[in-house]
């Protein structure tokens, strides 16, 4: 079993910055692509930015050039880096990883219990 464990949300003002991470724990044997998604009271969850294991990323138009996705893979860690933060960012924010548990098995797609960011004065 693999569990993610996200840390790092929490209340901050317009403008103002958080770093989440998230790390992935027990049976490990690769992990793939390290994401984070939000999902807003009434909104469906969204896709906010992607890493691959070789570090590739993406994000979704409505972050970029304010967030930053890194990640560690000696630590089996990720993190999001929220610069010039927006009320409309406000959400629960939700890591998902794709990890292989054991050499020859199936990959699957795990999920954090989420954190919650608030932006607001």
């Known amino acids: 079993q693999v569990q993610l464990v996200e840390s790092g949300g929490g209340l901050v003002q317009p403008g103002g910055s958080l770093t989440l991470s998230c790390t992935a724990s027990?049976?490990?044997?690769?992990?793939?692509?390290m994401r984070w998604y939000r999902q807003a009271p009434g909104e469906q969850r969204e896709l906010v930015a992607a890493a691959t294991s070789a570090n590739t990323t993406n994000y979704a138009d409505s972050v970029k050039g304010r967030f930053t996705i890194s990640r560690d893979n000696a630590k089996n860690t990720v993190y999001l880096q929220m610069n010039s933060l927006k009320p409309e960012d406000t959400a629960v924010y939700y890591c998902?990883?794709?990890?292989?548990?054991?050499?020859?098995?199936?990959?699957?797609?795990?999920w954090g219990q989420g954190t919650q960011v608030t932006v607001s004065s």
């Open positions: 027990g049976s490990i044997f690769i992990i793939y692509a």
């Open positions: 998902n990883a794709v990890v292989r548990p054991r050499a020859g098995s199936p990959s699957y797609n795990y």
